[in-house]
């Protein structure tokens, strides 16, 4: 079951690529999007191994419901991608409650209610792999991104513990923090906020930060993704991207350098 319920969706961006690589591996797929129009074409070229289905992740009932038609579509699931989400774009302090609880019901809450459907077919099967697709940067937050690396970050926490929870079934369920793509979440994937003047030489810092570099497509990552799938023993985490892999490192490196640097003062107290 390849599911994605939000930008950049089954249709286009990563979800397509995984689609598109599985299905041209011989595997049947279940994609999963919100609007599944563009999925048509996949349909008439494999035909009898590609079912499109229409869904919203922020509806749990509609997840289960879906679920349960995937599973009935090949008799079983064997391997579910979970890769839900969109960006919220913006300093914290500007995003609207509306906002925020819009995102965090495709990016944390939708990846829950998947794992929480498919998770009995799993089981009953005596095994599957679940791949909840997080982010490169879900270990800390960063400026106008804060939500979306809190989503992910939740995702992460979320996804070691169900891990835990049920590899004593069979199933394996790995954090796959992916880097940076040209999937379209910065365009069609962003709610924006209305932007504070008191922000502005942050935001212009952080835009410029950015840069105009040109990100890898998505077709290039999904090969990892199917030799992943593929393993007998998967890893807990993959960081999916060369230069991804590099930067996630220094950054765990700087956090460990700032424990260290105020380890006199977190010695003071017994706890």
């Known amino acids: 079951m390849q599911e994605s319920g939000s930008s950049p969706g089954a249709s286009r961006g990563l979800g397509r690529a995984f689609a598109e690589t599985a299905l041209a591996g011989g595997d049947r797929v279940v994609a999963v999007a919100r609007n599944v129009g563009p999925l048509e074409e996949l349909t008439e070229k494999y035909p009898g191994h590609l079912v499109p289905l229409s869904l919203d992740v922020a509806d ?81 937050g960063m400026a106008t991104v804060g939500f979306y690396g809190a989503g992910k970050a939740a995702l992460d926490s979320v996804s070691e513990a169900l891990a835990m929870e049920v590899e004593g079934f069979g199933v394996k369920v790995t954090i796959v923090q992916m880097g940076g793509y040209n999937t379209g979440l910065f365009t069609a994937g962003t709610t924006t906020t209305e932007p504070l003047a008191q922000y502005q030489s942050l935001r212009t810092e952080m835009e410029a930060m950015w840069g105009d570099s040109v ?34 490192l220094e950054m765990d490196q700087a956090q460990a350098d700032l424990y260290r640097s105020w380890e006199h003062f977190s010695r003071i107290a017994p706890g």
């Open 60 to 140: 749990r009932q509609g997840v289960f419901d879906a679920v349960e038609r995937a599973a009935a579509a090949f008799g079983r699931l064997d391997v579910v991608v979970s890769n839900a989400g969109g960006m919220l774009y913006g300093m914290v302090e500007e995003a609207t409650e509306e906002q925020i609880r819009a995102h965090m019901d495709v990016n944390f809450f939708g990846a829950v209610w998947v794992a929480q459907a498919v998770l009995p077919h799993l089981r009953a099967q005596g095994g599957g792999r679940l791949l909840q697709v997080t982010s490169m940067g879900s270990g800390g």
């Open 215 to 248: 990100a890898p497509e998505p077709d290039t990552a999904a090969p990892v993704i199917m030799e992943l799938a593929a393993l007998p023993d998967p890893p807990r985490r993959l960081i999916v991207g060369s230069q991804s892999f590099d930067h996630v």
